[in-house]
């Protein structure tokens, strides 16, 4: 599996190291987010991870939903369950990080697995600054430049067929609903396959601290984002 490297399984578990994690982010998805630094005080396991090892373990349902409720940090064992309609991800002393949802036929197509990954998470690397300074500047918001709390929520995936080797994501459209000093952000895409389309899905995050949109803070904040991805880069 190309994501083999980012995590290790200790007595059949699943279990990541700080370094795991942050390399994940940053060579699979792009995403410089603070919160996957290594030496990040409030450090956690990318969800996209968490979704990549899904896919490989289970396969690709034509139907998928990913309900994220908890932050994984480093050491954390979690236990994998037997396949079923419906999964919850918990650590050893039962406490839960994820539920999955799974209907229709199911893939385990190595290179259907590869690409879908590879699409879902190189798109989903994006949201900092490409997507989500956007609909920031339209409500006239912003998170906290020096301590971002954008939480990834839930996604769902529905795929019409899975006889496609190399599905392409794109964005179909992007939703920020405010209330107070906490956002709600919704991003929807569809795959295509050799132009046609044959799935589609959305991806649902949270932001916390909210408060007034500043240009020079949000460009401060662009340009350190950008200047981690120079630092690893080289």
């Known amino acids: 599996m190309i994501i083999d490297r980012y995590f290790s399984e200790p007595n059949g578990n699943v279990c990541f190291t700080r370094e795991q994690g942050s390399n994940f982010a940053k060579q699979m998805a792009d995403d410089f987010n603070p919160l996957h630094d290594i030496d990040?005080?409030?450090?956690?396991?990318?969800?996209?991870?968490?979704?990549?090892?899904?896919?490989?373990?289970?396969?690709?349902?034509?139907?998928?939903?990913?309900?994220?409720?908890?932050?994984?940090?480093?050491?954390?064992?979690?236990?994998?369950?037997?396949?079923?309609?419906?999964?919850?991800?918990?650590?050893?002393?039962?406490?839960?990080?994820?539920?999955?949802?799974?209907?229709?036929?199911?893939?385990?197509?190595?290179?259907?697995l590869q690409n879908l990954t590879q699409s879902y998470v190189q798109f989903s690397g994006q949201t900092f600054p490409h997507i989500l300074v956007p609909l920031l500047a339209e409500q006239n918001v912003m998170i906290r430049p020096d301590r971002p709390l954008v939480i990834y929520e839930s996604m769902s995936i529905d795929l019409d067929r899975l006889d496609v080797e190399k599905p392409l994501l794109r964005g179909d459209y992007n939703k920020l609903e405010v209330n107070g000093k906490r956002g709600s952000v919704e991003l929807a895409f569809h795959l295509e396959d050799d132009g046609e389309v044959v799935g589609r899905g959305k991806k649902h995050m949270l932001l916390m601290g909210l408060r007034e949109y500043d240009e020079d803070a949000i460009e401060g904040a662009i340009s350190s984002y950008n200047d981690s991805k120079l630092s690893f880069s080289t």
């Open 40 to 112: 990040a005080k409030r450090f956690c396991i990318p969800g996209d991870l968490l979704f990549s090892i899904i896919l490989a373990k289970y396969g690709i349902s034509q139907h998928m939903e990913f309900v994220f409720s908890g932050m994984v940090v480093a050491g954390v064992q979690l236990l994998m369950p037997e396949p079923a309609e419906e999964m919850h991800i918990n650590d050893e002393e039962g406490r839960e990080y994820l539920r999955v949802k799974r209907a229709g036929n199911v893939s385990h197509d190595e290179s259907l």
